[in-house]
Each structure stands twice: as structure tokens, then as C-alpha cells.
């Protein structure tokens, strides 16, 4: 276990709904990464957060949105769901800043948007 | 642009064979390098990282990998699989362009063992 936790560990929704998934980071970690990972493919990185600011963005639109709180923790929001957005969502907690940075991953939400 | 590779999306294998899990990355600046491994119904764990120093790295439950800078690659091995091996094995980069460290994961290897 890395102690990234993850909730819900699973969720139903319609299209055009709205959805907020949520992380903690391991003990000590003050950066929090969210990836995408669709069936049969390996997982996207979405966007990272260090210091509750956004740190990165990979090529997501912007109804994929997120935050991050004094205690690392982080929300992953996607509005008006599309039927291609059910997937595993990941989150992975860092530290960042030095040259052996090593990501540690939760267990994942399951996405499925009918 | 920046991509990972992996040559086989299934492999099959029996108990005490020997296995070599292809990786190829592009990227021509520094790389740190990982392995990370998908147990059935298990979260993704890390199996082993190269960061610099010893291209030949060691990991956890017997797995090692070597990183050929000339070839771009870091193919996994472990001279002798177990029926818990079976799981998806990704392979994985941080490409250092001066900004923050995102992983670059190839689209995995399923790999079945058989008793």
C-alpha cells in the first residue's frame, strides 16, 4: 500500500452530468498528479498540482478542473460528461523539486458515463 | 513529440520461463525510468526505477532492467516467472525539460503465466 487513498472507488453517471473524484496524498508527499487511464491503454496524465496551484497540464480540455488544499489533498472535477470520459482515474502523490522524484499511485476511481 | 513504447501487449508464458518486456522511449534530453506493475484488481505499484549511475537496476520480487541510453530502451527481465506474476507491466518516463515531472506511460504488456 503507498497510502494514496482515493474515493469513490467507483461511480455511475449520465452524460452532461458533473463529477468529483478525490485524493489523498501519502504522508509527507506535497504534490498531487491526476492521470486517465482508459480500458486496454496506459494511463494520461491529466494535470499536477504542487502548493494548490496547477504545476502542469497534459492536453485535457478545460472541463477537466482541479484543486488542491493546505493538506494536499486534491478534487479532480469534469463537467458535462462525455460517453469517452468513463475510464480509471488515477491519482499519484510526489515530492517534487529533486532529481529522483517518484510517483506513487492510489487505487483508482472507476468513471462509467452512460 | 514524447512517447513510450512497448513491443508486446501479450505475452504468454509457463512457470520457470524467462521474460523480457520490450520498452522503447523518445526523447533525446534526460529520462528517469520506471516500471510500474498492475496486479488483477491491485492498484499500480512501482517494480523498479532508474534514475542515473548502474544502467542495470534491481527491483522488487526478482525483477531487474537495463537502460541502453544508445537505444533508448529499458527492457524489463526476470529469469524465472511464477503464476503471481501475472499482472500488466507499464513502462514509464519523466522527461527533465526544466518544468514539472509528468510520467509518459506505454500502453502496457499483459503477461499471462500458466502453471
Known amino acids: 500500500e503507498t497510502g494514496v487513498t482515493q474515493s469513490p472507488t467507483h461511480l455511475i453517471k449520465t452524460r452532461g452530468q458533473q463529477v468529483t473524484l478525490r485524493c489523498s496524498s501519502q504522508?509527507?508527499?506535497?504534490?498531487v498528479s491526476w492521470y486517465q487511464q482508459a480500458l486496454g491503454q496506459g494511463p494520461q496524465f491529466i494535470f499536477q498540482?504542487?502548493?494548490?496551484?496547477?504545476?502542469g497540464r497534459g492536453n485535457f480540455p478545460p472541463r477537466f478542473s482541479g484543486l488542491q488544499f493546505p493538506n494536499y489533498s486534491s478534487e479532480l472535477n469534469v463537467n458535462a460528461l462525455e460517453l469517452d470520459d468513463s475510464a480509471l482515474y488515477l491519482c499519484?502523490?510526489?515530492?517534487?523539486?529533486?532529481?529522483?522524484?517518484?510517483?506513487?499511485f492510489g487505487p483508482g476511481t472507476r468513471l462509467l458515463v452512460l | 513529440a514524447q512517447s513510450v513504447s512497448q513491443h508486446n501487449h501479450h505475452v504468454i508464458l509457463s512457470e520457470a520461463a524467462s521474460l523480457e518486456l520490450g520498452c522503447n522511449y523518445s526523447y533525446g534530453g534526460t529520462v528517469n525510468l520506471f516500471w510500474y506493475v498492475q496486479y488483477p484488481g491491485q492498484h499500480l505499484q512501482l517494480l523498479l526505477k532508474y534514475f542515473s549511475g548502474d544502467p542495470l537496476v534491481k527491483g522488487i520480487k526478482g525483477f531487474e532492467a537495463e537502460f541502453i541510453k544508445s537505444k533508448f530502451s529499458f527492457n524489463l527481465r526476470k529469469p524465472s516467472v511464477q503464476w503471481s506474476d501475472t499482472a500488466e507491466y507499464f513502462c514509464a518516463v519523466i522527461p527533465f525539460s526544466g518544468g514539472y515531472n509528468k510520467l509518459i506511460f506505454g500502453a502496457g504488456t499483459r503477461l499471462a503465466v500458466h502453471p
Open positions: 499519484a502523490s510526489s515530492s517534487p523539486g529533486v532529481r529522483d522524484e517518484t510517483q506513487y
Open positions: 504522508s509527507g508527499h506535497n504534490t
Open positions: 498540482y504542487y502548493r494548490e496551484e496547477e504545476n
